[in-house]
């Protein structure tokens, strides 16, 4: 697929760095980085089962947030430079290896090598694409995407804009996450599962931030409003690893309180979905970068 990484616009950031030259807002210049493969045991059980789920970490994320849980591999360039095909035999090889499912983890500033990757082996691949975002994407961009992803696993982080401008420099996060998982919805169509795996649909993750339940309240509203045949997953791991001096607001795990406050709304509006259990705030849901 041809993109001019000259002047990128790919994601909502709308930087127009010259890629070719240097990275983006992204951290991202035009070569493909993958910072990290594995069977990844800690997704939603639909999506983990009992293998695990074929995970590829992107190196760099459009995103930034400030509170980031893997932040050593997205807030930098970094991770081993994979050419399209190196890409798409590495999905063939994580197949071969037992995954559920292929797990593409922030790839919005590489969708195009997503595409193309994809467009190269889809027919044989026996086991559902997982495309995890932070729903900070462009509808036209998600469309290069058309067909090629069954299960879209999308972050819906903040309703606030001054939360949103705070944590990501990203103020219109709310309406531009709102617009995208609308594309990936209509992508997918309804949640579907078979023997206790995920097989098409889209699944929206929160994770409860310290004293933000009540932009997670809101967020369980929205959902029920606007996305037919979806489900959710409220997170309770957040953890504070990487902590910025400018957020000491943050560094605290969530209260019990302030996670039933977002399960009690997301049961309020007869959401279907996942939760965790409160102790999940450990570092164990966050790969080791390091290996
Ligand atoms: S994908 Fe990266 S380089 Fe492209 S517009 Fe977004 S932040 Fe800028």
């Known amino acids: 697929m041809n993109y001019d990484f000259s002047h990128c616009m790919l994601c909502p950031r709308e930087c127009g760095a010259n890629r070719q030259k240097g990275a983006g807002a ?17 997704e939603e059980p639909p999506i983990s ?48 290896k037992g995954a559920h499912n292929i797990n593409l983890v922030t790839g919005a500033h590489y969708v195009p090598h997503i595409a193309d990757a994809l467009a190269l082996i889809k027919p ?15 509808p036209e961009t998600l469309k290069m995407l058309n067909g090629l992803i069954d299960i879209y696993l999308p972050d819906f982080k903040y309703i ?17 996450a709102v617009a ?27 994770l409860v931030l310290p004293n933000l ?3 997670g309240e809101e967020i369980m509203r929205i959902i029920a409003n606007k996305f037919d045949g979806v489900r959710v997953s409220v997170m309770s791991q957040y953890t504070p690893d990487f902590n910025s001096p400018d957020f ?13 406050r977002v399960l009690q709304a997301a049961r309020r509006y007869g959401l279907d979905g ?15 970068f390091d290996e």
């Open 26 to 42: 992204c951290r991202a210049d035009d070569k493909l980085r993958v910072a990290k493969t594995m069977l990844h045991m800690y």
């Open 49 to 96: 089962g009992t293998r695990g789920s074929g995970a590829i970490f992107f190196g760099g994320c459009n995103l930034q947030c400030g509170y980031c849980q893997n932040a050593v591999i997205s807030q930098k360039t970094c991770g081993e430079i994979y050419s399209v095909k190196e890409l798409a035999d590495e999905m063939l090889e994580l197949q071969f």
């Open 124 to 138: 044989q691949l026996k086991i559902p694409v997982v495309y995890n975002s932070s729903g900070y994407e462009k």
């Open 160 to 176: 606030s804009r001054d939360a949103a401008q705070k944590y990501s420099h990203a103020p219109d996060y709310p309406e531009v």
């Open 180 to 206: 995208a998982i609308s594309e990936m919805v209509r992508q997918t169509g309804g949640y579907v599962e078979r023997d206790g795996l995920a097989l098409r649909g889209t699944i929206i993750r929160h």
């Open 213 to 215: 339940s009540h932009d």
């Open 248 to 260: 000491p607001e943050l560094n605290r795990r969530i209260t019990l309180m302030e996670y039933n």
């Open 274 to 288: 996942f939760m965790q259990y409160k102790d999940s705030a450990s570092g164990v849901y966050t790969p080791n």
